[in-house]
T-cell receptor, first 114, second 117 residues
Framework: AQSVAQPEDQVNVAEGNPLTVKCTYSVSGNPYLFWYVQYPNRGLQFLLKYITGDNLVKGSYGFEAEFNKSQTSFHLKKPSALVSDSALYFCAVRDEAAGNKLTFGGGTRVLVKP | DTEVTQTPKHLVMGMTNKKSLKCEQHMGHRAMYWYKQKAKKPPELMFVYSYEKLSINESVPSRFSPECPNSSLLNLHLHALQPEDSALYLC????????????????FGPGTRLTVT
């Protein structure tokens, strides 16, 4: 079985400050990890993924994430948040043996204040 | 082009109606998905099509009937829905690796907001 936890329902940050959205996962095999963002009344937009290789992954819109195998974490980061980053963020995982079935975390709402 | 399109954007239907949701992608993806999303919740997988064949049905009630007419199109036929089926229905697509263990991200459409009265 595979699962994802996003421990924070909401993260508040001032514009220009660093943004971190936390994610931990559980899989039985090697994890494939993804971050998505959802703006109001829109579908999910792909931000970045970790499959293998370098633990620091860079993605769209200045976001990056660090894979930490020992802590089973895949936290999303942005060095300097923008008001336009305010949205709902989902972490997702696939076990390599699970076919193409994604399991999503519960989501974290990010509010960036001017 | 990483666009998945869905029609209609909004749909209101009665419990005795029959309607269909449509999804289209032209990225050459061979895996397509239907998800249901309630407000402020993560998407819940409903169905997966792989090479136009149904590969995953997450125990979805039979009032939801998926169809994949070709590699670019995915439909979701709705019949005798309940008010609790009101939600945002998302379509997604992804590439498939030749081994079936693809590592490709899913691309989502904007969704159809369904209200069942």
């Amino acid at each position: 079985a595979q699962s994802v936890a996003q421990p924070e329902d909401q993260v508040n940050v001032a514009e220009g400050n660093p943004l971190t959205v936390k994610c931990t996962y559980s899989v039985s095999g090697n994890p494939y990890l993804f971050w998505y963002v959802q703006y109001p009344n829109r579908g999910l937009q792909f931000l970045l993924k970790y499959i293998t290789g370098d633990n620091l992954v860079k993605g769209s819109y200045g976001f990056e994430a660090e894979f930490n195998k020992s802590q089973t974490s895949f936290h999303l980061k942005k060095p300097s948040a923008l008001v336009s980053d305010s949205a709902l963020y989902f972490c997702a995982v696939r076990d390599e043996a699970a076919g193409n079935k994604l399991t999503f975390g519960g989501g974290t709402r990010v509010l960036v204040k001017p | 082009d990483t666009e998945v399109t869905q029609t209609p954007k909004h749909l209101v239907m009665g419990m005795t109606n029959k309607k269909s949701l449509k999804c289209e992608q032209h990225m050459g993806h061979r895996a397509m998905y239907w998800y249901k999303q309630k407000a402020k919740k993560p998407p819940e997988l409903m169905f997966v099509y792989s090479y136009e064949k149904l590969s995953i049905n997450e125990s979805v009630p039979s009032r939801f009937s998926p169809e994949c007419p070709n590699s670019s199109l995915l439909n979701l036929h709705l019949h005798a829905l309940q008010p609790e089926d009101s939600a945002l229905y998302l379509c997604a697509s992804s590439q498939e690796g030749t081994s079936g263990r693809d590592t490709y991200e899913q691309y989502f459409g904007p969704g159809t907001r369904l209200t069942v009265t």
